[in-house]
T-cell receptor, first 110, second 114 residues
Framework: GQSLEQPSEVTAVEGAIVQINCTYQ??????LSWYQQHDGGAPTFLSY????GLEETGRFSSFLSRSDSYGYLLLQELQMKDSASYFC???????????FGKGTTLSVSS | NAGVTQTPKFQVLKTGQSMTLQCAQD?????MYWYRQDPGMGLRLIYY???????DKGEVPNGYNVSRLNKREFSLRLESAAPSQTSVYFC?????????????FGQGTRLTVV
């Protein structure tokens, strides 16, 4: 089976840094990606890690450790517009599908 | 560029009715997916199609069927709708399954079965 675990909720204030963790159990793991979804909207891609280490895209960074079956999304300089749900998703072995975690709701307050 | 287009956006069905959700992408992507999203459950994969002519079951396929009509279109059919199928359905596409590439999502179909 395949499963991805992430916290259900995280709260933070504007300007802060928040880390959303994701642990996974998949057969033939290929890579970990992150998506953002605002209320009522479609998920949108944020980042992807195919190799161990840190990937940085503006205020967002994502990290992967294959040996620990663990990754995280780091959001810096939080803004109110960052309030949304964040999903980690695993690409498992080539030729199979994209499986999502249950999502983390981030609430940013002023 | 429209990306991924789903129709309809909203639908109300009575228990036992059938319907087909349509999805089309104009990005020449090989792989397409159907997900359902329920509160607190994240996105659960129903079916996917790695390439034209192939379809495979995902995590929650029971009660659904799919057709990959051509490279652009991937439809999801509910043969006999049940209240448990009330959900938001998302179609997505990627260039190729398994590669480090982003998934593009449609805007969703909000289905209520009464």
């Amino acid at each position: 089976g395949q499963s991805l675990e992430q916290p259900s909720e995280v709260t933070a204030v504007e300007g802060a840094i928040v880390q959303i963790n994701c642990t996974y159990q998949t057969s033939g793991f290929y890579g970990l990606s992150w998506y953002q979804q605002h209320d009522g909207g479609a998920p949108t891609f944020l980042s992807y890690n195919g190799l161990d280490g840190l990937e940085e895209t503006g205020r967002f960074s994502s990290f992967l450790s294959r040996s620990d079956s663990y990754g995280y999304l780091l959001l810096q300089e939080l803004q109110m517009k960052d309030s949304a749900s964040y999903f980690c998703a695993a690409n498992n072995q080539a030729g199979t599908a994209l499986i999502f975690g249950k999502g983390t709701t981030l609430s940013v307050s002023s | 560029n429209a990306g991924v287009t789903q129709t309809p956006k909203f639908q109300v069905l009575k228990t036992g009715q059938s319907m087909t959700l349509q999805c089309a992408q104009d990005m020449n992507h090989n792989s397409m997916y159907w997900y359902r999203q329920d509160p607190g459950m994240g996105l659960r994969l129903i079916y996917y199609s790695a390439s034209e002519g192939t379809t495979d079951k995902g995590e929650v396929p029971n009660g659904y069927n799919v057709s990959r009509l051509n490279k652009r279109e991937f439809s999801l059919r509910l043969e006999s709708a049940a209240p448990s199928q009330t959900s938001v359905y998302f179609c997505a596409s990627t260039q190729a399954t398994g590669l480090p590439t982003e998934a593009f999502f449609g805007q969703g179909t909000r289905l209520t079965v009464v």
